[in-house]
């Protein structure tokens, strides 16, 4: 919609779909919103088991990695993504590949798993929903500053968000009835950023070690729920904290603004 404020007359009624629920930032967004009366649509690959006796909460277990199969995830009880729509996607599931290593020890093959992961399975879930009779009113795409600003030894994963990042401007331009939001999560504790800043590795690339030691640092990483609560607010008035559509955002960035007109909309 591209406006402040979420247009909850929207015919889905408070849903959402979630990709990546099993574990980090899917996992808190999926609580968050289940805490708060949402329907919850969720897919990984492994089942959230804390999750699944929830009465909201709808689940589907599927690997990203095959895109030529999307429309697999999309029947059951997910076909009311599509009939009846959703009013938010948090299109969130990531992988790094086998990071860190120098680009030539990557294998296409595995640059190609990546980038279906991160990216392409990402444009086959919009272009199914695009395709639908009902439109999410916001598309928040989990983006990272890696596709920014390159360091050494992150190729998969730099490469990915680049893309990913793309996708998003591409898509906010060609549907403005979404609000596109291209959010780096940043200095988030989860298993991918441990496994970028902590591997045996990481010492042999300078940049690395240097992120490795911010890390340490108390205070710097905070949790997936924080960073959930965080996404919440900015995308309830998007306007206010600086969002543009499309347009990639550092969330460490946008959390220093103040907003300029209203506090973010409450989730209820």
Request: net charge neutral.
């Amino acid at each position: 919609m591209g406006t402040t404020e979420r247009d909850l007359s929207h015919p889905t009624g408070k849903r959402v779909f979630i990709t990546g629920v099993s574990s980090g930032i899917g996992e808190a967004l999926t609580e968050l919103h289940l805490k708060h009366g949402y329907t919850v649509f969720g897919t990984s690959r492994r089942e959230p088991y804390r999750f699944m006796s929830h009465p909201n909460f709808r689940f589907r277990s599927f690997d990203l990695s095959k895109t030529g199969d999307m429309s697999e995830l999309f029947k059951g009880s997910f076909a009311e993504i599509l009939s009846r729509g959703v009013d938010v996607l948090f299109l969130n599931a990531g992988i790094s590949g086998n990071v860190p290593a120098r680009g030539e020890e990557f294998s296409v093959a595995e640059v190609q798993h990546v980038l279906n992961v991160n990216v392409l399975a990402n444009k086959a879930i919009l272009d199914l929903i695009l395709a639908s009779a009902y439109h999410p009113a916001t598309c928040v795409l989990s983006a990272s500053m890696a596709g920014v600003r390159f360091r050494a030894g992150t190729l998969t994963y730099s490469l990915s968000k680049a893309a990913l990042a793309a996708l998003g401007g591409v898509y906010a331009e060609e549907n403005p009835d979404i609000f596109f939001a291209v959010l780096g999560l940043c200095n988030v504790d989860t298993g991918l950023s441990r496994q970028v800043s902590f591997s045996q590795r990481t010492a042999d690339f300078p940049d690395l070690r240097s992120l490795q030691q911010r890390a340490l640092a108390p205070g710097y990483m905070i949790s997936a729920a924080q960073r959930a609560e965080d996404i919440r607010e900015v995308i309830g008035a998007p306007a206010d904290y600086g969002l543009k559509s499309g347009v990639f955002v550092d969330m460490r960035t946008v959390l220093t603004r103040q907003p300029k007109a209203s506090e973010p909309l409450p989730l209820t």
